[in-house]
């Protein structure tokens, strides 16, 4: 290969043409006749815009964190028989998700609950068999 075969790897780039400043293109110079695009300086709204200023704005409620609560997963007192052995105590890490104990199904063995969300039902029944659940 001599120096004279050497060929460019990228092409050059043309320049936009600059319309609308009179010239070659005519008097209108490629934007129409009239109205708001035709004109100087012309900013068309986004669509989006006017989607977004009709939604409602939420004002007191804080930053979008605190904003969003996770609902907690209902397991009822007979899956807690099933899944647990007697005299087991059950936290939040045998969990993957946030959890609220409920009353359904029978409850033979007797379990520790603690730092699980609890009703009032499930609560006196897990008393019952002699378990506990502690805050």
Known sequence: ???????????????????????????????????????????IRPAMRDFIQRLPKFRGQGNSATRVKIKPVAVSVGSLEKKFAAGAKITAADFRAPVKILNQGKLTKALTVKGLAV??????????????VES
């Open 119 to 132: 009703s009032k039902a499930a609560r006196a029944k897990i008393e019952a068999t002699g378990g506990r």
């Open 1 to 43: 290969m001599q120096i004279h075969q050497l060929q460019r790897q990228n092409k050059n780039k043309r320049p936009k043409a600059r319309i609308g400043r009179g010239g070659k293109r005519g008097s209108y110079s490629g934007r129409g006749v009239k109205g708001q695009k035709a004109r100087a300086g012309h900013r």
